[in-house]
């Protein structure tokens, strides 16, 4: 037996509590895993609150991310005793995610824990840290340097946001915070933030274009938000788009693409190639330092786990949360 966020649903009722489950309920996978820890990202309180249909299967473990250590493999690649790391894939969703204190997986999800991480460092980064990454080298591909403009980031207080401003400042970005919690502005400009402006000014329905004011963009908000970023773009920008905060609409207009060529790009972390997660896994793990992580991330055990995704929902929450299954 082992403990592990079991999420229910019998006839209307939607449940998600701390619950015993025996090893022969872990679902199909060539590769077990004692868990060391998971993590609470947005998707998961959509989960274990009910709030939207992520959960396509019942019962459910959540939990989009976890490391761990092998006890078990049916495959070549792995051995008893290496140290994985797994995100996305449907995991949280279709299969048996991280919150829990074992997993069983598919052995083409798992990347081999990156030199230089510990397994704590590895889940303080997660899927925010890595989906941060990927938009980032998105700008990059782009041809987007720092002396060609301001870079604004969205969202700034969440997990990806908080990642986005750390590593564009680390690479030598000025970057524009743009956040709902003003009284976190200390927080966002420890993180490398050169500039705070307040959400308010990028929610509401805006013009189809808009002074010119940054040369690129992070955006995990969605909806009118991103329509304002594209308005306010500078000729040649670039936004990648990786969340829907405020909504999954785009009332946009096409006036900021064929009149200044901007570029809009989707960023999806579930299905991404191995070699691109190897990629952004491996800048994570040299650009950032322990400080970083220690500013970005807060522990807790799996008994706080359903209460803190209903904070997380509510927009209580600031950075990342980890989820420790050592104990």
């Not at 598919?106 to 899927?127: E, F």
């Amino acid at each position: 037996m082992f403990k592990g966020i079991l999420i229910e649903k019998n006839n209307e009722q939607y449940t998600a509590s701390v619950r015993p489950i025996d090893d022969s309920q872990l679902p199909e996978g060539d590769v077990t895993i004692d868990v060391s820890y998971s993590t609470l990202n947005y998707k998961d309180g959509l989960a274990i609150t009910g709030k939207a249909p992520i959960v396509k299967n019942f019962p459910m473990v959540p939990g989009i991310d976890l490391v761990g250590t092998v006890t078990k493999s049916d495959n070549s690649r792995f051995v008893a005793g290496d140290k994985v790391l797994l995100n996305g894939f449907g995991v949280g969703e279709t299969h048996w995610g991280g919150l829990a204190e074992k997993a069983r997986l598919h052995s083409d999800w798992l990347l081999k824990l990156p030199t230089g991480l510990s397994a704590k460092q590895a889940m303080t980064i997660g899927t925010a840290g890595y989906t941060a990454m990927l938009s980032v080298i998105a700008l990059e591909r782009h041809g987007i340097t720092p002396e060609k403009g301001d870079v604004l980031v969205t969202g700034a207080n969440g997990g990806v946001g908080s990642f986005a401003v750390t590593l564009l400042s680390k690479l030598g970005y000025r970057v524009i915070a743009s956040t709902g919690r003003p009284e976190e502005g200390e927080y966002l400009k420890a993180l490398g933030a050169a500039e705070i402006i307040n959400r308010n000014t990028l929610s509401d329905a805006g013009r189809p274009m808009g002074k010119e004011r940054w040369i690129a963009a992070v955006d995990s908000v969605g909806s009118h938000t991103l329509a304002n970023i594209c308005a306010g773009l500078k000729y040649g920008g670039i936004v990648t788009a990786c969340g829907l905060a405020q909504g999954m609409d785009f009332p946009a207009s096409v006036a900021p693409f064929i009149l200044r060529g901007v570029t809009l790009v989707g960023i999806d972390s579930v299905y991404r190639p191995i070699a691109d997660r190897e990629e952004a896994w491996a800048r994570l793990a040299n650009l950032l330092t322990d400080e970083d992580l220690g500013s970005i991330g807060t522990e807790i055990g799996l008994d706080k786990v359903v209460t803190t995704a209903e904070d997380l929902i509510a927009g209580k929450i600031r950075g990342r949360i980890m989820v420790n299954l050592q104990h």
